[in-house]
């Protein structure tokens, strides 16, 4: 399946959101839920305009706000559900001009153009702190996120700063980085029959792997080249099991587009996660097989790991300069996804979050 969230029939053109409009001063109407000004905040009743009007006419003044703060709660403006959530994602990155298509894992379908973010990895476990899709070329640079309904308790949406992170980290370790760059490995399992049969992995020892028909959303091994290749990724196919092992190297900081500013961006975090469960898997009599079923290996960009120190020390700067958002239902989230990292905390009850990313 693709990423894609533009799809969408009868799409608003982007020429019609061009009519003129008084200015809103948006900038004076900003507020913040906490002291590290993450995110920013436009309320409906400051604002005094509608949504619509918002993200289209004034979008001159609202994306200067985004570039800057790296997030924006649009609290108050009553989305109803994902029907009004898919309106307002087309009508907003119809102004982009940009569609994004890369490979993904399958989300369940919340409306046709949408994203819902499942509640996996279990309510009781952590999201890191992740930009979406950071580990592929060409990733999407914006995001929206639409609360239907809360969590009973907890679920909050974590933010950081990756301009913060990035001068917070030990000069010595970011210059490693820089020099040496990542790399991510990742093996897809193939059919579902066959991983059922070859990795009887116990249920506390986490979610069976990921298929690379899943993944890509479809069956022709074909398809998955072409994707690899449009986005910069090696594919190797192991014969002896179905299963597919992609790799690709990229920088571990980039320079945002419109900013200009230096970002810390990559997946190593979710290399110390990894870690953490492989050494659970390795009291298993299946590990070697467990191991490789791991979807997700950061390295080194020469092939060579990463110290665990480093990533403590990661940890801990994420850590520091981590926000939380609490949702409140119909909340609009605007990230720019090179700028801000997010992830999720625990939670309890049912929750609703969807995406749109473009």
């Not at 053109?13 to 809103?24: F, I, Q, T």
Request: with cysteine; charged share 20%.
């Amino acid at each position: 399946m693709t990423a894609s969230i533009l799809d969408i029939a009868g799409k608003p053109k982007a020429s019609r959101a061009r009519e003129a409009s008084p200015a809103l001063a948006l900038a004076r109407k900003v507020g913040f839920i906490n002291t590290q000004k993450l995110p920013a905040v436009l309320r409906a009743d400051s604002v005094k305009c509608d949504l619509t009007s918002l993200l289209t006419q004034h979008r001159g003044e609202l994306q200067p706000l985004l570039r800057k703060y790296g997030a924006l709660l649009l609290r108050g403006f009553n989305i109803a559900d994902a029907a009004e959530f898919n309106r307002v994602a087309a009508l907003y990155f119809a102004g982009e001009g940009a569609e994004h298509n890369a490979p993904q894992e399958q989300r369940r379908p919340a409306h046709p153009g949408l994203l819902a973010l499942q509640p996996s990895p279990r309510p009781t476990e952590t999201v890191l702190q992740h930009n979406e899709l950071g580990d592929i070329a060409g990733l999407p640079q914006d995001l929206l996120l639409f609360c239907e309904a809360p969590a009973t308790r907890g679920g909050e949406t974590t933010l950081a700063d990756t301009r913060a992170i990035y001068a917070h980290i030990d000069p010595d370790i970011r210059s490693e980085f820089e020099r040496r760059g990542v790399q991510y490995q990742r093996h897809l399992a193939g059919e579902p029959q066959h991983v059922k049969s070859a990795l009887r992995i116990p249920q506390r020892l986490g979610r069976q792997p990921r298929t690379w028909q899943a993944v890509f959303g479809t069956d022709s091994r074909a398809g998955v080249e072409a994707a690899c290749q449009a986005h910069a990724l090696t594919v190797e196919w192991q014969e002896t099991d179905g299963s597919a092992a992609i790799s690709n190297r990229l920088p571990a900081t980039l320079l945002h587009p419109v900013t200009r500013e230096r970002l810390w961006f990559n997946r190593v975090l979710q290399a110390g996660r990894c870690s953490a469960s492989w050494t659970e898997l390795a009291r298993h009599p299946l590990a070697v097989t467990a191991l490789r079923s791991r979807p997700l290996r950061v390295l080194f960009g020469d092939g060579t790991r990463i110290p665990s120190g480093h990533i403590k020390h990661l940890v801990d700067v994420h850590r520091r300069l981590t926000t939380t958002v609490p949702w409140q239902p119909g909340d609009l989230l605007l990230l720019d996804n090179l700028l801000t990292c997010h992830g999720r905390r625990p939670f309890r009850g049912p929750m609703k979050l969807l995406m749109a990313m473009g």
